[in-house]
């Protein structure tokens, strides 16, 4: 998969991820249990993740920036 960036969406038991290429068409979309987040990022090359901040927000951007992602936390609106 060719991914520029990531848009996450954090929740408790399932994460909702929307991945966009350079062109912003939309590469995937899917839905994961917490436990295969990791797994799953692990696999892509460094990108762009966008997620809201959130209580876990700060966990999860410190796990993806060890697996070199670059994380961006938006505001909640």
Do not use: T
């Not at 762009?48 to 901040?53: N, R």
């Amino acid at each position: 998969m060719n991914i520029k960036r990531i848009g996450l969406d954090l929740a408790k038991q399932v994460f909702q991820v929307h991945a966009v290429d350079s062109h912003e068409q939309v590469v995937c979309r899917r839905q994961l249990k917490r436990d295969k987040v990791q797994d799953f990022f692990r696999q892509l090359a460094p990108c762009l993740v966008a997620m809201e901040a959130c209580g876990s927000a700060h966990y999860w951007a410190r796990e993806l920036r060890q697996l070199g992602h670059e994380v961006r936390l938006i505001a909640p609106q």
